[in-house]
């Protein structure tokens, strides 16, 4: 959409004649009502200072977001807890036998209910909220959409197995979204238990135990008896304390869409995660390109509230569409307001599906360039071990001062959606080593306009990366 001078002017509250100034410093020549494109709206927000953000975007977000919160209203909250792990080392048993140490089980009938999240209550009267879509995939797909939900990182490894390629995976992630880590040392009811084994293996991926003289707690658990749950709780818990985690309850409420999908009976049905304020029955909403009043709050439980504060999951009935998982929602002032913002994100939507295409490397590394970052993340897949070992090895020591390469995560195997989920929240641009994306990966890099690079010699690999970080030093014309 093009906009005036004038609006623009008016928007970022400034006088007309300094943005037509800023214009002339730009080399644009422009009157009072020319319109201008995006691009050059753009550069001049970014000459005055203000965010950087599509001017229309700003227009019909402005208001959602709202102030930061006073220091003085903010309240503690639980923590968001996302369970991570190796398949079969008992990420969904984890989950839910911690479910069961809910105290407010006994008077409620207990957490019945499927709705994506649930929060313990502790016999202490502290709360624990558990995101029940368990793996690295959810997790990343979440904060790739923006929504860094998750607090706090339970690795669940098994002690009878070790380290495995999904735990190196998990890890990476977690690291990649900078969400600290517990470790879960699982099964240790096991006749081949060996959780010092399990330990000495975490060092060599810099996750060093407390036992070991680092800052990582571990908790050996058996999710099968029951054993240590508390013990992983009060890790939890006192992880929780070290981050602080605060929110203001006194507020319209925004937060996250954890899952939705459409219910015969029921219409579009959405489990939302509020990040800050109260969520309330009766509010207007927007949820991703959709919108809804909330007719009926039901939590895990499947009991109806009135309301749901910080870090509470909770269903929602009452959209109008269904939103995507990973979108945020947001209460707003009516319903007008709502349906202006919901056209708004449906035409966006639109307009994304037929403009996405694949991106290139120098596209992603001018992205980067732009946002002037010292880092330039890498996702790195090989055919053997040595050859990963290799180029890893050779991305560290190249770059300057002002960049240099960060490798993600690096790992044998072909290239899959995980790589590309995680690439694409971090921004980061895929190297293929002797191995290609399978199909699910190309068609994820498309949509997320993640770039894929293959190689077969690794000179060739690095000559590009070196090339590429040299244009940043580049002397600027
Ligand atoms: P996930 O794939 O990580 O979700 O793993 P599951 O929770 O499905 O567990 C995989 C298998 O390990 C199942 O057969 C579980 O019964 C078993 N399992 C999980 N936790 C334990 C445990 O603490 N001890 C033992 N002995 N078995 C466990």
């Known amino acids: 959409e093009a906009i005036t001078v004038q609006e623009l002017a008016q928007r970022m509250a400034e006088k007309a004649p300094a943005v037509i100034k800023a214009l002339m410093g730009m080399g644009v020549m422009a009157t009072i009502n020319q319109t201008l494109d995006q691009d050059t709206a753009q550069l001049v927000v970014e000459e005055f200072g203000h965010k950087v953000k599509r001017v229309s975007e700003a227009d019909v977000e402005e208001g959602l977001i709202g102030d930061e919160d006073d220091a003085g209203d903010l309240r503690s909250r639980a923590p968001v807890v996302t369970v991570m792990g190796h398949?079969?080392?008992?990420?969904?048993?984890?989950?839910?036998?911690?479910?069961?140490?809910?105290?407010?089980?006994?008077?409620?009938?207990?957490?019945?209910?499927?709705?994506?999240?649930?929060?313990?209550?502790?016999?202490?009267?502290?709360?624990?909220?558990?995101?029940?879509?368990?793996?690295?995939?959810?997790?990343?797909?979440?904060?790739?959409?923006?929504?860094?939900?998750?607090?706090?990182?339970?690795?669940?490894?098994?002690?009878?197995?070790?380290?495995?390629?999904?735990?190196?995976?998990?890890?990476?992630?977690?690291?990649?979204?900078?969400?600290?880590?517990?470790?879960?040392?699982?099964?240790?009811?096991?006749?081949?238990?060996?959780?010092t084994r399990v330990r000495n293996e975490l060092l060599q991926h810099e996750l060093v135990v407390e036992a070991m003289g680092g800052d990582i707690q571990d908790v050996e658990v058996s999710a099968l008896q029951g054993t240590n749950l508390d013990k992983l709780e009060e890790a939890i818990l006192l992880q929780s304390e070290l981050l602080e985690l605060k929110a203001n309850p006194d507020r319209n409420a925004d937060g996250v869409v954890i899952e939705a999908k459409l219910e015969r009976g029921r219409g579009p049905v959405a489990s939302l995660l509020v990040r800050r304020g109260t969520l309330k029955v009766g509010d207007v909403f927007v949820a991703g390109a959709e919108w809804g009043r909330v007719r009926a709050l039901v939590d895990e439980r499947g009991q109806q509230l009135k309301s749901a504060g910080p870090a509470q999951p909770v269903e929602v009935l009452g959209l109008q569409g269904t939103p995507s998982a990973g979108d945020d929602f947001a209460v707003v002032e009516n319903e007008a307001r709502a349906r202006e913002i919901h056209e708004y994100r449906q035409e966006k939507l639109r307009s994304k599906r037929t403009t996405a295409a694949p991106a290139s490397l120098e596209s992603m590394f001018s992205a980067i360039r732009e946002k002037q970052a010292t880092e330039f993340p890498i996702v790195v897949k090989g055919d053997v071990q040595g050859s990963v070992e290799a180029i890893v090895s050779s991305l560290e020591k190249i770059g300057n001062e002002d960049i240099r390469a960060r490798v993600l995560h690096a790992a044998v195997g072909g290239i899959t959606e995980s790589d590309v989920t995680l690439a694409a929240a971090s921004e980061a641009i895929i190297l293929g080593f002797n191995v290609r994306a399978n199909k699910q990966a190309r068609d994820a890099a498309e949509q997320n306009g993640v770039a894929i690079q293959y190689y077969a010699v690794i000179y060739d690999l690095i000559d590009d990366m070196r090339e590429l970080m040299a244009g940043q030093l580049a002397p600027e014309v």
């Open 87 to 195: 398949v079969d080392h008992g990420k969904t048993s984890l989950l839910d036998a911690l479910r069961k140490t809910d105290v407010v089980a006994g008077e409620a009938g207990g957490i019945t209910q499927h709705i994506g999240a649930y929060q313990v209550q502790l016999g202490d009267g502290n709360k624990i909220t558990f995101l029940d879509t368990p793996g690295h995939e959810a997790f990343t797909q979440m904060r790739q959409r923006g929504a860094g939900v998750t607090d706090i990182v339970v690795l669940v490894v098994a002690a009878d197995d070790g380290i495995m390629p999904q735990t190196v995976e998990a890890i990476n992630h977690a690291k990649a979204a900078e969400v600290p880590i517990i470790v879960a040392i699982n099964k240790i009811d096991k006749p081949g238990a060996d959780p």
